[in-house]
């Protein structure tokens, strides 16, 4: 293969509940053992950050976001990730998204997305913290406890892969 990954910008919703639970999905491939990741995905062509996000939540979770009340991005990634044995680079904007509560519809996902995400799950600090499973970002647990404990950074931390 030659030439450089092809560039995939997305925005990823850190979706807090009341209970400060985050909101997380399970990507299952048959390649790589299942991850747990937030809601989120590709900017469509002239679309910002804050507006995929919004467009984004609403397919995935169907909860409304209003543009106007999406905060600065609180973390970014600039990752190679394996997509259809080809890799991508996803450069990503994480949004912190508090809610009281919702319930998840997950009826108006993509196919493609319907063949990876079969499972959601409010999860709580502690659990990600003590839990075996694998989190993208890896240090998922850590940099969610620094933002909940912190609030929202000044610029944008880099969390890796």
Known sequence: MSGAAPLRRASRALIVDADQRVLLFRGDLPDR???????GGALEPGETYESALVREVMEETALFVDVAMVGPPVWARDAVFMWQDRPERHVEQFFLVRIVSHDVDTSRFEPAESAVIRRFRWWGLDDILGSAERFSPVRLGEHLAAL???GVPEHPVVVGE
Do not use: H, K, M
């Open 33 to 39: 053992e299942p991850w747990w990741f937030a809601p």
């Open 148 to 150: 909940l404990r912190g």
